[in-house]
């Protein structure tokens, strides 16, 4: 669920209400996943380099 926020909301440039009727849940939902999501990749990073 996080990286299909991702996807929608940062890659396609989704606003909030459309990337939650997309997901099938809250726009509240897809703030919690992107925040996740986006903590996931800046650890994956942190890791990386």
């Known amino acids: ?5 991702f ?6 440039d ?6 939650a009727k997309a997901m099938g849940c809250s726009e509240g939902a897809v703030k919690t996943h992107l925040s996740r999501a986006r903590q996931a990749l800046q650890q994956s990073l942190e890791i990386a380099l």
């Open 1 to 5: 669920r996080q990286r299909e926020a």
């Open 7 to 12: 996807t929608l909301r940062v890659l396609q």
């Open 14 to 19: 989704l606003d909030g209400a459309t990337t």
